[in-house]
């Protein structure tokens, strides 16, 4: 056989089992008809309208926090109910309308996620509160420095619904509060005093959960500071809330472009065709879209899932950005994978798919000091040797010549 054709025919292997996969996947992703049953059971229990449905100011009022309302859409066990009332004393829970409708569509990847667990009771004692030491790292009320020209700036403990590794889970209390507008000018203040902070994410909680109006006044402020030439958007309300991407939003969005919307996304099956449509109106408003995803045990540390997840989200315009080593934050070791596992499913994307299709793998250091990206080992023997020995995605060992 010709070298090329017999090298196309070797390189169709390595992609043949993913295939297979990605035709399990796509069905997976095709529940119209069971969000459509769940929609209607929760407009019955709640007495609202489809048009109440599609309204995020709605979908936000009307999150699950109780067992009761819970166990009226969701087939949950005795003992499954009595495991997250226990749970909801200690951390609580808010689950959107529509995010129901997709959990009880689509199971496990999502309730893990979103569902009070024992197993946070039972790991409250160990990580920490706070283990990128936040607290100990905001110059002034609601911000976080850890970078010397960035900063992260807090507007409100409010999401869409909460995600039960959260790292901010200390600050989601009780009770909903965004930060007061007059309450926000010593953080303006400090970014206008040091020039050199340039890059601005605006996070929470989830800020678009803010008011038109609020989200309007912040942004505005801050690209009234002149040394401020980059401002990011942190949120999982298209995922969560779809309905929040208004024609309203996406005017104010553009009237201060260009924003970077980080969204945070860990599985395939977050992106419902509402999701997919937010982000296009997103992406139209001139935002530019990247996403992070956090590394679940159970629910995302596979090899092909992730593939499919990153392809996933480049097809609708996301560009996967990070993949982050998830935090030791109490309550919630029960979601952490081991480090290696990250760097060799970092490993499995290389060569398989496009390079925009791989995040960076990062871990968060302890105590505000930074993210490490970490990178599968490539280089055989040593920088002063000559050759240089590469391993390529197949495995393959090749010399590359050193300098001279
Ligand atoms: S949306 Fe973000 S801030 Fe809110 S609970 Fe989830 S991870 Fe935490």
């Not at 929609?39 to 999150?63: E, G, V, Y």
């Not at 679940?296 to 499919?308: C, E, F, G, Q």
Request: glycine share 4%.
């Amino acid at each position: 056989m010709d070298e090329s054709l017999q090298r196309s025919a070797e390189l169709l292997q390595y992609i043949q089992p993913f295939m297979k996969e990605k035709e399990h996947l796509n069905k997976a992703q095709d529940n119209a008809a069971a969000f459509l049953e769940y929609r209607n059971k929760i407009l019955t229990l709640l007495n609202a309208s489809p048009q109440d449905f599609d309204s995020w100011k709605w979908q936000l009022s009307k999150r699950f926090t109780s067992v009761d309302l819970l166990s009226k859409i969701l087939p949950l066990k005795t003992e499954e109910l009595a495991e997250i009332e226990e749970s909801i004393h200690h951390h609580r829970m808010a689950i959107s309308p529509f995010l129901l409708t997709r959990l009880a569509s689509c199971g496990t990847p999502l309730s893990k996620q979103f569902l009070p667990s024992a197993l946070e009771i039972l790991n409250e004692n160990f990580g920490e509160l706070d283990p990128m030491a936040e607290e100990k790292t905001s110059p002034v009320p609601h911000v976080t420095q850890r970078y010397p020209d960035r900063v992260i700036l807090k507007v409100t403990n409010i999401c869409g619904s909460y995600c039960r590794f959260c790292q901010r889970r200390r600050e989601h209390g009780c009770i909903d509060l965004h930060v007061p507008s007059e309450q926000l000018e010593p953080a303006f203040d400090y970014i206008t005093k040091h020039p050199e902070i340039r890059d601005i994410l605006v996070t929470g909680g989830d800020p678009l959960t803010l008011s038109d109006r609020q989200l309007d006044q912040i942004l505005q402020r801050l690209r009234q500071i002149p040394s401020v030439e980059m401002i990011r958007i942190g949120t999982r309300m298209p995922i969560v809330i779809p309905q929040r991407i208004t024609p309203a939003l996406t005017k104010i969005l553009r009237k201060y472009a260009p924003i970077y919307i980080n969204l945070h996304v860990n599985h395939p099956l977050e992106v419902s065709p509402e999701m997919k449509e937010a982000c296009r109106k997103l992406f139209l408003s001139g935002a530019i879209l990247g996403s992070q995803t956090v590394l679940l045990k159970d629910i995302n540390d596979n090899p092909m899932m992730l593939r499919y997840l990153f392809q996933l989200l480049l097809s609708i315009g996301i560009k996967p950005y990070y993949l982050f080593h998830a935090k030791d934050i109490a309550g919630t070791r029960h979601f952490r994978t081991p480090v290696e596992q990250g760097v060799n499913l970092v490993k499995s994307l290389r060569g398989v798919t496009s390079g925009l299709a791989i995040p960076h793998y990062v871990v968060n250091l302890p105590g505000g000091l930074g993210k490490v990206a970490l990178a599968p080992q490539v280089l055989v023997n040593g920088f002063e040797d000559n050759p240089l020995l590469f391993t390529n995605w197949e495995g393959k060992t090749i010399p590359y010549p050193n300098h001279d």
